[in-house]
Every structure is written in structure tokens, then in C-alpha cells.
């Protein structure tokens, strides 16, 4: 079972449009609302993929409950605590260029006693998890170490956290030793203030992370694949292009596909291969955070892993 904690969930809602132009009106009849905030985009790619999910998180007003009935329909075991606030919506606007504009709302403040239900309700049921990911910014009212709390609780039960998020959130909370980080370059550049052009620049970069207290780092590089640096060594993974429809949660989905391999015991090679052909296949569908388990499984035969 994969435990997923989405701390600031959204409504996200995606409009394709002919060109995206200023001052101008558009029409369209192509888009979709989804369960969304980056750790619900990884429990719906993990249960494509096949596997039993719980979510926690904060859920609250009208786009709360749109956000509980899709997730029993995908039958996402739903650990969510109930807020008096409303949960944001996150808007993807997407051209026939595949060029976009994401406009992401900050959600609803959360009180203290939310936060110790939800903490309370986390600890209750982390014997049932083999691997916890945890992703995405954070709502109001929340102290920014609260993800360190959430990996302290974690390891009084050995359990391993994925933590997928962004600038200080993610350096502040590197103390606490999370099993894995996921920032893409830019994230990367932005929290080591380096210029990350060449394979060195990267590693460096990496290395200072995990010296911070990450036990492993991926950086992911859009079309152009991923590092990885840890406790297993240093590999590149290598991809084939692909054609893509909309790019929202390819992040999410590596996510979903390292928790989900690594949690079956595959090794780090075949591990890597998952986390990419997730998000390749993320890129290719309309839908985010939305794979093809068929693409997935032709895609990681065409992925290269080389230990550099
Ligand atoms: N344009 C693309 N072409 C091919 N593969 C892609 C593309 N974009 C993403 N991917 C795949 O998905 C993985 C994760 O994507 P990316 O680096 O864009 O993450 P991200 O910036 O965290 O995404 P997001 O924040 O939108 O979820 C990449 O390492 C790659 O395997
Ligand atoms: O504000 P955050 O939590 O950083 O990002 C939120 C978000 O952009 O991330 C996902 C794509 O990765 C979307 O589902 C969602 O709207």
C-alpha cells in the first residue's frame, strides 16, 4: 500500500484552446476538472499502475467534496481530515503549440487542530504503508517543518518518505533525511543558486542536497530524461522522444512510478525505468497526471540507464 500526503490539494482544470493570445475571448468544448495537487496526481498513477492507495491531506467546501467522489471512484482509500475552508482550483491552459500557462490558486488556511487530527490520523495508519510520498507546496496555517514532523513520525515505524516538493519548503525540510527528493533542474538551479549546464554541474549540485540530509536525489529533466544520485550510485537515464499532449504531473507520475517499483523490491536500474516511463506517458495523454499502463511498459524497454 502507498500513502500519498497532499497537504494542499486542487481542483485542476484544463482548457485546450487554438492560441493562447492576450486580450482576447476563447471558446472551448475541450477541457476537464481532476482530482489534483501533486500527491493525488501520484495516487491515481499508482493505482493505474495497480496498486492500493491511501491519501491524506486536507480536503474542505465544495471543491472538497468534488475531490472525495473522484477518488472513491477510482477506489483511492480516502484518509483525508475535513477543513472549514474551501480547497483551491488550479487552472492548466493549454494551445495547439502544446504551450501552456498554469494559474495555481494558495488554498485554504489550515488551523492548528486540523493539523494535529491529520497528523493523528497519518500515525494511525502508517503500519498498513510500505512507502509514503508526500508532495506540493503548502496551505496557510501551516508551519513550514511540516513535513519534517511527518518523516519523524515515519521513521518510529521504518518507514520510507518521498518528498516531492519545491524552494525553501524542500531545504528546510532536508534535515529530517528524507529516502528521496525529486526536483526538476529548474527547482534545482533556484535551491543551490547554481547554473546547472553541463553533467558536472548537476552532480555537484546533487551532491549538495544530499549532503543537506536527502538519502537519494532525482532530477528530472523533462525530454531530456533524469539523474539519479544516492545510496546506490550515480546513473542517467537516457530517453526516446515522444510526442507530447500535455506535460502537468509528468513530475507526479515519475513519482508514482519510483514508489510503486521500489516498493515491489525491483532494483535501482528498473526502478528509474518506471519513474520515466510514467512521465513520459503522463506527457502523452490529455489528462494529468493520467498514464497508459501499455505505453509505460513499452516505453521502459526503449529507456536507458547508464551508471555514470
Ligand atoms: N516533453 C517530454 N518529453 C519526454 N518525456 C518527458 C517530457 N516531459 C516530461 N517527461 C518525462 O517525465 C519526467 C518528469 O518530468 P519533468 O522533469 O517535466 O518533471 P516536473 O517538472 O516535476 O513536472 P510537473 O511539475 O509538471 O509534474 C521526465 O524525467 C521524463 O521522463
Ligand atoms: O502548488 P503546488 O502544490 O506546488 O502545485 C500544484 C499543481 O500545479 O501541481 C500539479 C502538477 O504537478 C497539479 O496537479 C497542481 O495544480
Do not use: W
Not at 555537484?204 to 543537506?212: F, P, V
Not at 528498473?270 to 497526471?289: D, I, R
Amino acid at each position: 500500500m502507498i500513502g500519498t500526503i497532499t497537504l494542499n490539494p486542487a481542483v485542476d482544470r484544463r482548457y485546450n484552446i487554438d492560441i493562447l493570445e492576450k486580450n482576447t475571448v476563447k471558446r472551448t468544448e475541450d477541457y476537464m476538472a481532476s482530482a489534483g495537487g501533486k500527491g493525488l496526481n501520484v495516487s491515481r498513477v499508482a493505482r493505474i499502475l495497480g496498486e492500493d492507495v491511501t491519501a491524506f491531506g486536507f480536503l474542505g467546501g465544495n471543491t472538497g467534496d468534488f475531490i472525495r467522489n473522484e477518488i472513491s471512484k477510482l477506489g483511492i482509500n480516502d484518509s483525508f481530515t475535513s477543513v472549514n475552508g474551501t480547497t483551491r482550483t488550479c487552472l492548466n491552459i493549454i494551445d495547439d503549440n502544446n504551450d501552456n500557462i498554469e494559474i495555481l490558486e494558495k488554498g485554504p488556511v489550515i488551523s492548528k487542530k486540523d493539523k494535529h487530527k491529520f497528523l493523528e490520523e497519518f500515525e494511525l495508519q502508517l503500519e498498513r504503508l510500505d512507502i509514503i510520498a508526500m508532495s506540493g507546496s503548502l496551505p496557510k496555517g501551516v508551519d513550514i517543518n511540516i513535513y519534517s514532523d511527518i518523516i519523524e513520525i515515519a521513521k518510529k515505524y521504518n518507514k520510507k518518505v518521498i518528498l516531492d516538493t519545491s524552494g525553501n519548503v524542500l531545504l528546510e525540510n532536508l534535515k529530517s533525511n528524507p529516502f528521496l527528493v525529486k526536483p526538476n533542474k529548474e527547482e534545482l538551479e533556484n535551491i543551490t543558486g547554481i547554473k546547472l549546464d553541463s553533467e558536472e554541474a548537476i552532480k555537484m549540485s546533487a551532491h549538495k542536497i544530499l549532503r543537506r540530509g536527502a538519502k537519494n536525489i532525482l532530477v528530472s529533466l523533462g525530454d531530456n530524461g533524469m539523474y539519479f544520485f544516492g545510496e546506490e550510485g550515480n546513473f542517467k537515464v537516457d530517453i526516446p522522444k515522444i510526442k507530447i499532449k500535455n506535460t502537468v504531473g509528468s513530475g507526479d507520475s515519475s513519482v508514482a512510478g519510483f514508489a510503486y517499483s521500489f516498493s515491489k523490491g525491483l532494483d535501482i536500474q528498473e526502478v528509474l525505468k518506471y519513474a520515466n516511463a510514467c512521465g513520459m506517458s503522463n506527457a502523452m495523454e490529455k489528462g494529468t497526471g493520467s498514464i497508459d499502463i501499455e505505453k509505460v511498459n513499452e516505453l521502459r524497454k526503449k529507456i536507458i540507464v547508464r551508471k555514470i
